[in-house]
């Protein structure tokens, strides 16, 4: 589809968050590695966050309001789908680098995602929206890697 509202892209970030979290939780449950699996289940809960975070946007009423409903012409559709069902395929048993490869792959899609919008918004409040998001993934791949690494040194 061509046009969007900005809702809806939040909604499906949501969602893609939501949808890591589940394949997180299903390795977690699959690995007999302890490490991998707690690096995994904190991955989830880290993708949960980002879920609730990023529904609380698109349904609230408030600041964020006008921006959600902004409409942007963009022929290219939200990232690739199958990234997301290709990715845990990709952790291996070298313990936590495949898992915070695999993580650091999802947010930087994301943060992508956010910086094209922020680089194509029609006004200043659709730019600082995006710009945020953005800024918000280069946050959380840094506390990702910070803690990821803590386990690893365990």
């Known amino acids: ?63 964020h309001r006008a921006v959600l409903e902004t409409w942007f012409d963009d022929p290219t559709d939200f990232p690739h789908p199958p990234v997301v069902e290709r990715l845990p395929g990709g952790i291996g048993t070298s313990e936590i680098q495949d898992v915070m490869a695999t993580a650091l792959t999802a947010h930087r899609t994301l943060q992508d995602l956010y910086t094209h919008r922020a680089e194509r918004a029609s006004g200043g409040r659709e730019l600082a929206f995006f710009q945020s998001l953005a800024d918000g993934h280069e946050a959380e791949v840094r506390h990702i890697v910070r803690d990821l690494q803590q386990l690893n040194a365990y």
């Open 1 to 63: 589809m061509r046009f969007h509202q900005v809702r809806e892209l939040v909604s499906w970030a949501a969602d893609f968050h939501s949808r890591m979290a589940e394949q997180y939780r299903q390795l977690a449950a699959t690995t007999e590695s302890e490490r991998q699996r707690m690096a995994l289940e904190y991955l989830a809960q880290r993708e949960d966050k980002q879920h609730s975070e990023l529904t609380r946007y698109a349904t609230e009423n408030g600041d």
